[in-house]
């Protein structure tokens, strides 16, 4: 069996006090939130992903999308008071969190971001979200977010 990861996510965690359960799974390059959700047995739905775009301005930030939804960057730029938005290239998503794309976790990063968040996340009981490595998922009550994070609720997300 892999070990358990310390990543700066899970050491963020443990100094705030947050209950959390830790999660390994096999991960497949491109895979994307429909394997570790099938690894898992968890609804696609409550896994959380974590993107880092930038506005127009080329300033970062974060959104944390339900795994089986796209991000409407239309609608997110008109809410978040942007003329536009789009994901980060890899290379520079990486430079801004500290993490690997895909093993992006919103807790721990390297630079202090503005985190937005699908308000229907905040509907579910649990959600599974990247703990900062590959194959490492945390569940937790969506709840830290806001604690944590600071995160600030948006209605962005697509079918698909």
């Known amino acids: 069996m892999a070990k358990i990861p310390s990543t700066n996510a899970t050491r963020l965690l443990r100094?705030?006090?947050i209950a959390y359960s830790e999660h390994l799974?096999?991960?497949e390059e491109k895979g994307g939130t429909a394997v570790s959700a099938r690894e898992l047995a968890v609804p696609e739905h409550a896994v959380i992903k974590t993107l880092v775009f930038e506005d127009d301005?080329?300033?970062?930030?974060?959104?944390?999308?339900?795994?089986?939804?796209?991000?409407?960057?239309?609608?997110?730029?008109?809410?978040?008071?942007?003329r536009s938005v789009a994901p980060c290239k890899p290379e520079v998503a990486d430079r801004h969190s500290g993490y690997q794309v895909g093993g992006t976790s919103p807790f721990g990063t390297k630079k202090a971001m503005p985190v937005y968040v699908?308000?229907?996340?905040?509907d579910l009981d649990r959600i599974w979200i990247n703990g900062g490595s590959k194959g490492f998922l945390l569940a937790l009550a969506p709840s830290v977010l806001i604690e944590l994070l600071a995160a600030t609720a948006v209605r962005?997300?697509?079918?698909g």
Not at 57 to 82: C, N, W, Y
Not at 118 to 122: I, K, L, P
Not at 156 to 159: A, M, R, T
Request: no cysteine.
């Open 57 to 82: 301005q080329r300033r970062p930030f974060i959104i944390l999308m339900h795994g089986d939804r796209q991000v409407s960057t239309k609608e997110l730029a008109r809410q978040i008071g942007a």
């Open 118 to 122: 699908e308000a229907s996340v905040f």
């Open 25 to 27: 799974y096999r991960y």
């Open 15 to 17: 100094q705030h006090g």
């Open 156 to 159: 962005v997300g697509l079918e």
